[in-house]
């Protein structure tokens, strides 16, 4: 029997027919020394001068916990996440047959909550960071259980919900830079009783456009909260150009899943990503990537 990643490489050879196009738009970002140590070759249009901050990620610890590092490049987590990256990437870049507007913005989510949507989002950002072409950025939007910053041990601070309510504050000024070169970070930010219901807002479709076209060469992975408990993540997914809906092997329901896939009808690329399924003896648990299983579901 065909293992899980095998199934899911072929999977991701289907997704690769089917992989799309987008145009790559300038830039006008702020100023280069906001981005001393990325290497997107991004024009300064701005005089307005911004410092990203550094933070420092514990790559030990994230070795420790399971996570991708970049000190341990042949863990089983990165291998298995190199096939998960591979058929978004591609989209992203527009290296397949049709145009996926926004294909770079990335959104992981799932139906209902402890999926392991964050445990995915962060491991892809760090997959991704691995790759010699590639910068991430890796945004924290599920305001109401935030844990990008704790899983990577870092203090949280502003983040996109500060940004959405004062549209005056440049991105460049609560983004993170990381020892992790081709890798910064948008947290939360500062924890706001609504923060849930700014996904859907308009100041908030205003930030995801200003991303998606000052860091067009950038693919953005936004970790977001269930699709099936509050409306607001679906407006989010109308933005991306990509869903990742992780779907909890054993855990989740067919029905939730169906449900949760007709929430986003309208996203051109949705993938299902199986997590945690028991593969066998040796390689313990793993992830299955399904593209389009979504037909699969109806008639299996
Ligand atoms: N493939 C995996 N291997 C090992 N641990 C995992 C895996 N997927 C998830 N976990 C663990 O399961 C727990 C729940 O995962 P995670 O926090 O990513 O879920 P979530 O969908 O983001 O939850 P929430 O809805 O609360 O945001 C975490 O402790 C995480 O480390
Ligand atoms: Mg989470």
Excluded: W
């Excluded at 096939?83 to 047959?97: D, Q, S």
């Excluded at 950025?137 to 109401?144: C, E, K, R, T």
């Amino acid at each position: 029997m065909r293992s899980l990643i095998e199934q899911a490489a072929l999977r991701l050879e289907q997704l690769r027919q089917a992989g799309a196009a987008i145009p790559l738009m300038t830039g006008d970002i702020v100023s280069t020394s906001t981005r001393v140590n990325d290497t997107a070759p991004l024009k300064p249009e701005s005089k307005q001068v911004q410092f990203s901050r550094k933070v420092e990620i514990d790559l030990e610890m994230l070795h420790g916990a399971g996570l991708i590092s970049p000190d341990a490049p042949r863990s089983q987590i990165a291998d298995q996440f190199r096939v998960i990256k591979r058929p978004l990437i591609r989209n992203a870049k527009g290296k397949g047959a049709s145009i996926i507007p926004n294909g770079n913005l990335i959104m992981v989510t799932s139906a209902l909550p402890g999926e392991g949507k964050s445990f995915t989002a962060i491991n892809l950002a760090l997959s991704i960071a691995t790759e010699l072409d590639n910068t991430v950025m890796l945004v924290d939007a599920d305001a109401a259980r935030p844990s990008v910053m704790s899983v990577l041990g870092l203090p949280n601070g502003p983040g996109l919900f500060d940004l959405v309510l004062d549209e005056s504050k440049d991105l460049s000024s609560v983004l993170l830079r990381t020892n992790i070169e081709k890798l910064s970070i948008l947290p939360s930010g500062t924890p706001h009783p609504r923060a849930t219901e700014l996904l859907a807002s308009d100041a908030m479709t205003r930030r995801l456009d200003d991303m998606a076209r000052r860091y067009a060469d950038r693919i953005i992975i936004f970790d977001s909260p269930p699709l099936l408990i509050t409306t607001e993540p679906r407006v989010l997914a109308s933005h991306m150009g990509q869903v990742v809906i992780v779907v909890r092997a054993g855990k989740t329901l067919q029905t939730d899943v169906l449900q949760a896939i007709s929430t986003i009808e309208s996203c051109p690329v949705k993938l299902l990503l199986l997590n945690q399924a028991r593969t066998d003896s040796k390689e313990g648990y793993g992830y299955g990537y399904g593209y389009e299983a979504e037909q699969e579901l109806k008639h299996g």
